[in-house]
């Protein structure tokens, strides 16, 4: 009987094509292991129940689109209704306050601006 040192020396003295053959028979048996022990957990978790098992994860709601929703429902109640009045977020006197510092800050219409470079 070989051992195991004396396959993989074997292996090695194939062509490389024989070595591929190998290389993704090993894959399959492993990808075929790690998805038992997968499917094993997943079973185990389902009979105990996730909330016995300490796994409280986030919470479900009670459809997919429930979050978008709300978040439509919360733009309805701000947004201006037709025949309703709309609600100005400015008084009257923040109003005029700005338009009177836009006047005084305004230059006439025919001023030069002069340029900070000069010669330029």
Known sequence: MMSFSDKIESIRQQPEHVR???????????????????????????????????????????SPFSDIRQSIES?????VQPGSEPVDPFTQEQLDRVAKDAETNAQPENSVIESPFPGL
């Open 20 to 62: 591929m053959r190998y290389v993704w028979g090993s894959v399959v048996v492993s990808m075929i292991f790690i998805l038992l022990i997968f499917a094993f957990s997943l079973q185990n978790q389902a009979q105990e129940g996730f909330s016995s098992s300490g796994l409280n994860g986030p919470p479900v709601p009670e």
């Open 75 to 79: 733009l309805d109640s701000t947004v």
